[in-house]
């Protein structure tokens, strides 16, 4: 198990009604509301952001697979929407994703369903047509902000007690750095770094963290 994102995505919000600010690793945009419930509009609002997710997705795997085969398909064009249904207590969702191919000459229609397919088979449709559990985790500010810092000469991993919930994985999987009975218990000497980043990005409730030693200054070693 390993998280898909290095960086987990991250927002907040403040007393503005309905601003927020999302941060990528790569930088901020904020979303918002639309008017009719009482947000500005100044940016997407959480559903055109799963639906636009979607689409993204579905775009980049249909370029790549076309590049791949080396079609002639110079444009695609995805739009989606979705509607609900509810039946006693059971909320049904369903998305419709409209795909054209609007170039000169359309694909045959042994193409199209081959497209189709591989559509249908997009990361993100796997997800939203998968299983989804979504965990949440409450804390308070000071207790997310108390870490240790663990470095060696390539990376620093950073470790906050206060959410670890001890379920162990780190310190089964790779005992040789993870380990409870030593002092300090993350030994950053203990395997290389690509395996200890791989741990790192195992561990399920967000405890362990690194950067990269040349992007965030100087690490900090544990006291
Ligand atoms: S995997 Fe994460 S939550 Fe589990 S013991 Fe290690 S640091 Fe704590």
Same mark, same amino acid.
């Given at each position: 198990?390993?998280? /898909?994102?290095? /960086?987990?995505? #991250?927002?907040?919000?403040?007393?503005? @009604?309905?601003? $927020?600010t999302i941060e990528w690793r790569n930088g901020k945009f904020i979303s918002d509301e639309p008017e009719k419930t009482g947000g500005k509009d100044l940016g997407p609002d959480p559903h055109t952001l799963m639906l636009s997710s979607l689409i993204s997705c579905t775009l980049v795997t249909l370029r790549m697979y076309i590049d791949r085969k080396g079609w002639d398909i110079p444009?695609?064009?995805?739009?989606?929407?979705?509607?609900?249904?509810?039946?006693?207590? @059971?909320?049904?969702?369903?998305?419709?994703r409209d795909i054209c191919f609007p170039g000169p000459t359309p694909p045959d229609?042994? /193409? /199209?369903?081959?497209? %189709?397919?591989? !559509?249908?088979? $997009?990361p993100i449709s796997k997800i939203l047509e998968g299983d989804i559990k979504v965990r949440s985790f409450v804390y308070h500010e000071e207790e997310v902000e108390k870490q240790l810092k663990y470095t060696n000469d390539n990376i620093t991993v950073v470790w906050k007690p206060e959410i670890c919930?001890? #379920?162990g994985r780190c310190v089964t999987q790779l005992p040789q750095?993870?380990?409870?009975k030593s002092k300090p218990w993350i030994n950053m000497q203990? !395997?290389?770094?690509? !395996?200890?980043?791989?741990?790192?990005?195992? $561990?399920?409730?967000?405890? %362990?963290?690194?950067?990269?030693?040349?992007?965030?200054?100087?690490?900090?070693?544990?006291?």
């Amino acid at each position: 198990m390993h998280y /898909k994102l290095e /960086k987990p995505i #991250s927002g907040s919000i403040g007393t503005e @009604k309905y601003q $927020c600010t999302i941060e990528w690793r790569n930088g901020k945009f904020i979303s918002d509301e639309p008017e009719k419930t009482g947000g500005k509009d100044l940016g997407p609002d959480p559903h055109t952001l799963m639906l636009s997710s979607l689409i993204s997705c579905t775009l980049v795997t249909l370029r790549m697979y076309i590049d791949r085969k080396g079609w002639d398909i110079p444009e695609i064009k995805i739009s989606a929407n979705m509607f609900q249904t509810v039946e006693g207590d @059971k909320t049904t969702t369903i998305i419709d994703r409209d795909i054209c191919f609007p170039g000169p000459t359309p694909p045959d229609p042994e /193409k /199209k369903n081959r497209l %189709l397919e591989i !559509a249908q088979h $997009c990361p993100i449709s796997k997800i939203l047509e998968g299983d989804i559990k979504v965990r949440s985790f409450v804390y308070h500010e000071e207790e997310v902000e108390k870490q240790l810092k663990y470095t060696n000469d390539n990376i620093t991993v950073v470790w906050k007690p206060e959410i670890c919930k001890h #379920s162990g994985r780190c310190v089964t999987q790779l005992p040789q750095v993870f380990d409870l009975k030593s002092k300090p218990w993350i030994n950053m000497q203990g !395997a290389d770094t690509s !395996a200890i980043i791989e741990q790192v990005n195992k $561990c399920p409730t967000g405890a %362990l963290s690194y950067f990269h030693n040349d992007q965030k200054g100087s690490p900090v070693t544990e006291g």
